[in-house]
T-cell receptor, first 115, second 114 residues
Framework: QQQVKQSPQSLIVQKGGISIINCAYE??????FPWYQQFPGKGPALLIA?????SEKKEGRFTISFNKSAKQFSLHIMDSQPGDSATYFC??????????????FGTGTRLTIIP | DVKVTQSSRYLVKRTGEKVFLECVQD?????MFWYRQDPGLGLRLIYF???????EKGDIPEGYSVSREKKERFSLILESASTNQTSMYLC?????????????FGPGTRLTVT
């Protein structure tokens, strides 16, 4: 049972454009929603994360939008650059506390930024 | 900086061999994880350890076992490697932050079973 659904599987965006990756979850107990960025030959690294008490979080060119009622969240990359070309994973967990250590990952989006 | 290292970047083994993948973290994290990454399937949790000698099955534990004798080291064992275990294997460790656990990943081991 896939608890976090991610789309699209791949995405090609022109340099300077906006990249948008979407995720939907089923488990209403999820309380923490991070995005990970993975470059070829590297392990994933935390990019940005949000909790459901806010609808948006912005860090530089990266923004997470969160819709609690729809159980959806998305990553927006403004002014996309070739250096943003990577695989992006959304994830979810139940937050703090013993028993909540595990993350459930989406299937990943391979983003390519073309000049 | 947190550092998670994996013993091999690339590994080629034969069907039926016993395979050991080693992972070491240097930040005294309680939790450690083994995932496999396959195209279109994302990251799937194989095993999780929340303390020395403690382990918990993840979503796809069949054909794998783990060992955690020391806090910094978490080993994944393929008892009898099969071709369907050809994959990228990622190790991670995690620490509790303000409101969640943040996971740190190693660079991965690409295992090919022939």
């Amino acid at each position: 049972q896939q608890q976090v659904k991610q789309s699209p599987q791949s995405l090609i965006v022109q340099k300077g454009g906006i990249s948008i990756i979407n995720c939907a979850y089923e488990n209403t107990a999820f309380d923490y929603f991070p995005w990970y960025q993975q470059f070829p030959g590297k392990g994933p690294a935390l990019l940005i994360a949000i909790r459901p008490d806010v609808s948006e979080k912005k860090e530089g060119r990266f923004t997470i939008s969160f819709n609690k009622s729809a159980k959806q969240f998305s990553l927006h990359i403004m002014d996309s650059q070739p250096g943003d070309s990577a695989t992006y994973f959304c994830a979810a967990s139940r937050g703090r506390g013993f028993g909540n250590e595990k993350l459930t990952f989406g299937t990943g989006t391979r983003l390519t930024i073309i000049p | 900086d947190v550092k998670v290292t994996q013993s091999s970047r690339y590994l080629v083994k034969r069907t039926g061999e016993k395979v050991f993948l080693e992972c070491v973290q240097d930040m005294d994290h309680e939790n450690m994880f083994w995932y496999r990454q396959d195209p279109g399937l994302g990251l799937r949790l194989i095993y999780f350890s929340y303390d020395v000698k403690m382990k918990e099955k993840g979503d796809i534990p069949e054909g794998y076992s783990v060992s955690r004798e020391k806090k910094e080291r978490f080993s994944l064992i393929l008892e009898s490697a099969s071709t369907n275990q050809t994959s990228m294997y990622l190790c991670a460790s995690s620490v509790q932050t303000g409101f969640a656990y943040e996971q740190y990943f190693g660079p991965g081991t690409r295992l090919t079973v022939t």
